[in-house]
């Protein structure tokens, strides 16, 4: 627009973009009166302007099916998710041109941990469904997505911390680590949440990517190996069409639903998995948040479950945020997996002033402790408690060399639509 068309005092370049907040916010209070005023809308809006979170997603614009379009989507949601714009994303395959087979798996595998995740092209690109590239792409472009579907519960609970506090979901590495000065330049991974760190493949023909591990004290466990591997390390890795490199932070508790669902409405009852990683001290902690996905209950009626998760002392605690909280969830939990643990003797729930063993097995080459079908409610408060074998080992004491015995313990885890694939 020319510098001359004016809005009484203001040039028109300074307030054309809250023409586009001001569309998604008639819109999107256009759907809730629709609704009577019972249902969250989502609008989803290119164009933005400060605030525009309040009303609905964002999509980075009409980009193109090129690496350096790729590339530049990670920058872009970082930047926007540090200006309070947290369900952002770009259109997965680049919207103008035609991806190679791939560019598309990497953008898929890229996409699906970005906030807003959606395939969308021009109608004059040639079709792209997943299942048009050969049995082999179609199952790695499934497999990437059922570990987004896996991860909702994850996704759900950092959407509603960044409803109260403003975190953004997706984040730069020295949000958390602003003082490891190596991170500050780094805007080819990213995190999501704390606990969460992704190094997507970007490059054509990549065989290998190098990705930067925060935190001189910390461990991360690799998600799909449970690897361990030291912070603050710059770490190479190997990388195949099937490869998306994450990892999970020592010292963090991460719920999925594993379950294998054609939408996200099926997993609105699933059973949940709770990952403990433990830090190098043994320790972790997490948080689970639940309620109905729709309605505007969780904020005019306190309908909603948020639970911290901790584990201490060889003992993995459930326990309620929020006293005054009333919500029901038939949810449970069927599996637990404490990373970097030591075998236990025996592993006792207790819940309702009552102990029942739990079945567990141990995987002593990655030191993996799964503990199998607890069965208590995600909404109740419980413990699982992990008895350690004791040692007794003769030491010389004093001139005498006295026998003495010393017991010793070995201390041991939105509302979104998707299209399921089609085969």
Same mark, same amino acid.
């Given at each position: ?47 933005? $302007? ?34 309070? /714009? ?30 807003? $995740? ?7 690109? @040639?079709?792209? %469904?997943?299942?048009?590239? &050969?049995? =082999? ?66 490059? %054509?023909? !990549? ?9 001189? =004290? ?32 020592? &010292? !963090? ?6 379950? /294998?669902?054609? !939408?996200?409405?099926?997993? =609105? ?33 306190? %309908? ?5 998760? @901790? ?52 995987? @002593?080459?990655?030191?993996?402790? @799964? ?18 074998? =004791? ?33």
């Amino acid at each position: 627009m020319h510098k001359d068309a004016l809005h009484g005092k203001w040039e028109h370049r300074d307030i054309h973009n809250i023409y586009g907040l001001y569309v998604q916010m008639a819109t999107a209070e256009g759907q809730i009166q629709r609704s009577g005023g019972v249902e969250r809308p989502f609008v989803l809006t290119r164009a933005f $302007f400060a605030g525009s979170q309040r009303y609905g997603a964002v999509w980075t614009g009409d980009n193109a099916a090129e690496w350096d379009h790729l590339k530049i989507s990670i920058p872009m949601c970082l930047s926007l998710g540090l200006v309070g /714009v947290s369900f952002c994303g770009a259109d997965v395959g680049g919207f103008f041109k035609n991806p190679s087979t791939e560019l598309l798996v990497r953008w898929y595998q890229t996409g699906a941990y970005q906030p807003f $995740f959606r395939a969308h092209a021009h109608l004059d690109t @040639t079709r792209r %469904e997943p299942w048009l590239f &050969g049995p =082999e792409n179609t199952a790695l472009i499934r497999e990437v997505i059922r570990q987004r579907y896996a991860l909702l519960p994850y996704w759900y609970q950092l959407f509603y911390q960044a409803h109260k506090t403003g975190m953004p979901v997706m984040r730069p590495l020295w949000v958390d680590y602003p003082k490891d000065t190596a991170t500050f330049t780094i805007d080819d991974e990213f995190l999501i949440g704390s606990d969460l760190l992704v190094h997507p493949v970007t490059e %054509e023909g !990549s065989r290998g990517v190098t990705a930067y591990l925060p935190g001189a =004290e910390e461990v991360w466990y690799d998600v799909h190996t449970f690897q361990k591997h030291n912070g603050a390390q710059n770490l190479y890795i190997p990388v195949t069409l099937s490869s998306i490199p994450v990892f999970q932070r020592g &010292g !963090s508790i991460i719920p999925r639903k594993d379950r /294998v669902r054609r !939408s996200s409405t099926c997993m =609105e009852n699933d059973p949940y998995t709770l990952y403990v990683a433990l830090s190098p001290k043994k320790f972790a902690e997490g948080e689970l948040y639940i309620d109905d996905g729709h309605s505007f209950n969780y904020d005019t009626k306190k %309908e909603f479950i948020h639970r911290s998760l @901790t584990f201490a002392n060889n003992a993995l605690t459930s326990s309620n945020l929020c006293p005054d909280c009333n919500f029901l969830t038939s949810s449970w939990i069927e599996k637990v997996l404490i990373l970097g643990a030591s075998k236990p003797s025996k592993v006792l729930l207790k819940m309702d002033g009552k102990e029942t063993p739990v079945d567990f097995e141990f995987d @002593t080459s990655m030191s993996v402790l @799964t503990l199998r079908k607890p069965g208590m409610n995600a909404g109740a408060d419980w413990t699982l408690k992990c008895l350690m074998k =004791e040692s007794f080992v003769n030491i010389p004491v004093g001139p005498s060399y006295t026998t003495a015995l010393i017991s010793l313990r070995f201390i041991p885890f939105l509302r979104v639509t998707l299209k399921a694939l089609k085969m």
